[in-house]
């Protein structure tokens, strides 16, 4: 599918560059918050085909900073769909041969409902004035979005991350919609140590003058400086040291010696930088307080009466889980409790953890173990879906 027109950033929230499902007043979506938002908009991509039997449907969920351009050029950026080495023709998520969809998540800023949309009821962006969103409400909002594709059951939910979260939260609450699920470098609930850094980001931009309680859009600015140092301080949790020691070590960026001064001596330190710089031109402030907010309220075994197994309770869903030797944003513990929970559950379930120094990152990267890993398991569950090549 090739991407529509370019246009500004901050259009993509009403009017993206994808296709959009518009739910009126006759659908609302009720929240965990406790109320209901309505209309709505889930903006969305496709890429293959829906077979007659609508039965090779594969949901992509995407991580925080992520959107539905999983697999085409970006509008804002001009850049690949950002798992393009994972899904596309002939690639193991085979769009000859599946019929993919990545929605964008309520609450995001690239066309369906977030903080930077249209509040209909002001005729300004939305701003805090958007409900607090979670992960079940995203969830929500995509099965309505699955419902209006006349699709009954999904192959495979797949994602990592926050997106990870998504594929546990479909399992879950959505069982029998789902044939197989595919959660990566990812866990049931934040750790204090999460909630932390993500506090520490969203303080930062809240600290930011152009801020202006949330309504910087209505003001005609933004604020980039408080937004980057927060992606800086996130990325950092999804690389590994081993990882930042093999690419930059103590090496100095274009200077021989030392500065004695603030400036960027250090290739990590420009680094960072840039990736904090960049982001801001694709991202909402706003967006990035709610969706690191709704990871932080995950917690899967605190919606079960405390049992994490009874999240899955009966489950026929396949499950893969993966984890990254590397990862200390969702270390392998959390996915191996993950693991023991499903089993407990009675659920079918698999779990690969791949030997890797990059860190979380690993599950958007070229990992050769991981691509044999994700293609066993779909092209056997495919198998037993009876979808044959």
């Known amino acids: 599918m090739s991407a529509a027109r370019v246009k500004p950033r901050n259009d993509q929230a009403n009017e993206p560059s994808s296709p959009v499902v518009r739910f009126g007043a006759d659908k609302p979506l009720l929240l965990d918050a406790g109320v209901t938002l309505s209309p709505f908009q889930v903006a969305y991509q496709t890429y293959g085909e829906l077979n007659a039997a609508r039965s090779n449907a594969v949901l992509v969920c995407h991580a925080l900073t992520g959107d539905q351009h999983v697999a085409n050029a970006n509008p804002v950026t001009g850049k690949p769909g950002w798992w393009e080495v994972l899904i596309g023709p002939g690639k193991i998520i085979d769009t000859d041969r599946f019929f993919v969809i990545c929605p964008n998540v309520l609450g995001s800023c690239m066309g369906t409902t977030g903080p930077a949309s249209t509040n209909p009821a002001t005729g300004k962006a939305y701003g805090l004035d958007l409900p607090v969103i979670t992960v079940p409400d995203m969830v929500r909002a995509q099965a309505m979005l699955v419902d209006h594709l006349g699709i009954d059951q999904l192959f495979c939910v797949i994602g990592g991350s926050l997106g990870g979260m998504q594929v546990l939260e479909w399992a879950s609450s959505y069982s029998e919609r789902v044939f197989a699920a595919l959660p990566m470098a990812t866990g049931t609930r934040h750790s204090a140590q999460n909630i932390a850094f993500y506090e520490a980001g969203r303080q930062a931009v809240m600290a930011d003058p152009d801020w202006r309680g949330g309504r910087y859009l209505d003001a005609g600015v933004r604020p980039e400086k408080g937004l980057a140092v927060a992606r800086m301080i996130a990325h950092i949790t999804y690389l590994s040291e081993s990882a930042l020691h093999r690419k930059f070590g103590r090496n100095l960026q274009d200077r021989s010696k030392l500065t004695f001064s603030f400036d960027a001596d250090f290739q990590v330190e420009s680094y960072l930088r840039h990736q904090g710089m960049t982001f801001v031109d694709r991202f909402d402030a706003n967006s990035y307080l709610y969706l690191s907010r709704a990871m932080d309220y995950f917690d899967m075994a605190a ?87």
């Open 303 to 389: 919606d079960h009466g405390g049992v994490l197994s009874d999240a899955f309770k009966g489950s026929k869903t396949r499950f893969c889980v993966v984890s990254f030797t590397s990862d200390w944003h969702f270390p392998t513990e959390e996915s191996r409790a993950l693991v023991h929970a499903l089993n407990a559950s009675g659920a079918s379930v698999s779990f690969v953890e791949i030997e890797t120094d990059k860190g979380h990152d690993a599950f958007l990267l070229d990992e050769p173990e991981l691509f044999s890993a994700v293609r066993g398991f779909v092209d056997s569950a495919a198998r037993a879906r009876g979808l044959h090549r």
